[in-house]
């Protein structure tokens, strides 16, 4: 991917302000996750909602179906790298957004 992602973080309802590395390093890590994923080609946006260890993902505005094996790899890696920045504490639901232009 060459050009950046730009993400925006939401934490139990609350914005996230994210120095420009985490910004990239959370955006490539979302990116990364949901490319593997069927239904996720040609991105150009990515929202995912995870609350309670469920997680919604939509690209590009349409929903991506999740089996439980994916539904947990990912809210586990989410969870614990949010979890790791300073104005975190714990995490009861999470909002990220990613624009890949």
Do not use: W, Y
């Amino acid at each position: 991917m060459s050009i950046t992602p730009k993400a925006k973080l939401r934490v139990n309802k609350i914005s996230v302000d994210m120095n420009p590395f985490v910004e990239e390093f959370v955006a490539r890590t979302v990116v990364g996750m949901v490319t593997a994923l069927r239904g996720a080609e040609n991105m150009q946006s990515v929202e995912i909602h995870q609350e309670k260890g469920d997680v919604k993902i939509t690209v590009n505005g349409n929903e991506i179906p999740l089996t439980p094996f994916p539904n947990d790899i990912i809210c586990s890696t989410l969870t614990g790298l949010v979890s790791s920045l300073k104005e975190v504490d714990k995490i009861n639901s999470l909002d990220i957004s990613v624009k890949v232009e």
